[in-house]
């Protein structure tokens, strides 16, 4: 059930909350608005990374019958930050950086509970792209049992060059899919490592697996053909815990 106090409604009230620079998941708009106001705020989210849905008056409705003038705003429960401020500070203080990426993961209890375990496995941050991933919204920060007020999310514009800004900075980049190379343990986590997990039905992008390092799988002996994502990563999670605790040894 969606939360009234998570959103803002109206054409002025959206913008000045764009323009202060509120933490905004995302923005619907009715397909056919033609305001001056509603060109005002098309022009001021220029340059952000907030997605915008034009959807038909008749989704705003079922949302809200409060004086919307086609248009919502869904507040983000988190303030996002951005990969390449994160790299540099964890490598200033002598850490190995761990990362998991999620390329089109949308479930928000599949996210929330992505989230809990990378509290508990010592992850530095959790990227999503900006557009077609979950939202970071109460139900995800319940799911998380509160790791989402500490976990460092970073949205990001283009996967495919966040990919490749990390991979010049010198971590190894390991997607999990079924058409991986070998199995998940015979991997490389010691150093920096990003995960790249992909969305149950789709996988991670090629474009994306293109820039990976290695390519593993989660072996699965029953009939069903994929684990939950949130199932595999805790298991990719807490195999770079078993391997870096056995090089701290």
């Not at 098309?42 to 849905?53: D, E, S, Y």
């Not at 010049?168 to 899919?177: K, V, W």
Request: aromatic content about 6%; hydrophobic content about 45%.
């Amino acid at each position: 059930m969606l939360d009234i106090s998570e959103m803002i409604f109206g054409v002025r009230a959206v913008l000045e909350a764009v323009e202060a620079g509120k933490e905004i998941d995302k923005i619907l708009v009715k397909k056919d608005i033609q305001s001056d106001l509603s060109k005002e705020l098309f022009a001021a989210l220029k340059g952000t990374l907030i997605p915008v849905q034009r959807v038909p008056v008749e989704r705003i409705n079922r949302i809200t019958r409060k004086n919307h003038q086609g248009v919502v705003a869904f507040l983000s429960s988190v303030t996002y930050q951005k990969t390449e401020d994160l790299v540099p500070t964890l490598f200033e203080m002598g850490k190995a950086p761990f990362f998991v990426m999620l390329d089109g993961v949308t479930d928000v209890r599949n996210f929330g509970a992505i989230a809990r375990t990378c509290d508990c496995a010592g992850v530095d941050a959790v990227i999503l792209p900006a557009k077609g991933s979950v939202s970071v919204n109460a139900d995800a920060m319940k799911t998380s049992a509160g790791a989402l007020h500490t976990l460092s999310v970073c949205r990001e514009k283009s996967l495919k060059t966040t990919l490749q800004y990390l991979k010049d900075s010198g971590f190894r980049l390991i997607a999990a899919t079924e058409k991986g190379d070998y199995d998940y343990t015979k991997g490389e986590y010691t150093g920096p490592v990003c995960l790249v997990m992909g969305a149950e039905d789709t996988g991670v992008a090629y474009e994306h697996l293109a820039l990976c390092d290695e390519w593993v799988r989660i072996p699965v002996l029953g009939k069903i053909e994929s684990l939950n994502v949130s199932v595999a990563a805790g298991i990719l999670m807490y195999e770079v815990v078993r391997q870096r605790a056995s090089v701290e040894e």
